[in-house]
């Protein structure tokens, strides 16, 4: 079964310089990777998509997939206070049913 | 953007009592999904669909059911709830295929509390 491991736990940053943010995951045939954001109390906002390796940029974040190495990251160009929230790492096997296995989760407080 | 939609926003059930959490969708996705939020534990996923009238059991199927009589609706049963059942729930439907079709979108979530 999927296994998908986030660190840190939490992070703190100031506003403007850059957040990183570590997945893991155990199944090498997965091919399928997101990013979700959650705010506190609201549902979940996906931040960006990435298929193949190397780095994908959807606005002010950009994945970077490594799958020989069986991880994929998240960098967070300039954040704002307002990018505080939990930042999750989902993945997905195409051909196991394209179900999303999560990790637990990176909270993110960006201060002013 | 992809609309789901769920209801209620807040329930709050008896130990023992039923329970049916609703979900629908209106991008004609034909997988649906019904997952729970702990800490400690992160998003888990209790049952999914493929279309109308398929349900499949996910990774923590015990205690529920799910119901899919049409495309756009999906529902997640509590039988016979019990307080560890209190968590927050989430529905989400995505396509088929590879790549960027099989973008699973949220609803905003159920805050079940049993008592």
């Known amino acids: 079964q999927q296994k998908v491991q986030q660190s840190p736990e939490s992070l703190t940053v100031s506003e403007g310089a850059m957040a990183s943010l570590n997945c893991t995951f155990s199944d090498r045939s997965s091919d399928n990777f997101r990013w979700y954001r959650q705010h506190s109390g609201k549902g979940l906002e996906v931040l960006v998509s990435?298929?193949?390796?190397g780095e994908k940029e959807e606005g002010s974040f950009t994945a970077h997939l490594n799958r020989a190495s069986l991880h994929v990251f998240l960098h967070i160009r300039e954040p704002q206070p307002s990018d505080s929230a939990l930042y999750l790492c989902a993945v997905m096997t195409n051909s196991a049913g394209n179900k999303l296995t999560f990790g637990i989760g990176t909270r993110v407080l960006v201060r002013p | 953007e992809a609309a789901v939609t769920q209801s209620p926003r807040n329930k709050v059930a008896v130990t023992g009592g039923k329970v049916t959490l609703s979900c629908n969708q209106t991008?004609?996705?034909?997988?649906m999904y019904w997952y729970r939020q702990d800490t400690g534990h992160g998003l888990r996923l209790i049952h999914y669909?493929?279309?109308?009238?398929?349900?499949e059991k996910g990774d923590i199927p015990d205690g529920y059911k799910a119901s899919r009589p049409s495309q756009e609706n999906f529902s997640l049963i509590l039988e016979l709830a019990t307080p560890s059942q209190t968590s927050v729930y989430f529905c989400?439907?995505?396509?088929?295929?590879?790549?960027?079709?099989?973008?699973?979108?949220f609803g905003a979530g159920t805050r079940l509390s049993v008592l």
């Open positions: 991008n004609n996705h034909n997988n």
């Open positions: 669909s493929y279309g109308a009238g398929s349900t």
């Open positions: 990435i298929f193949s390796d």
């Open positions: 989400a439907s995505g396509g088929t295929g590879g790549g960027s079709q099989n973008t699973l979108y």
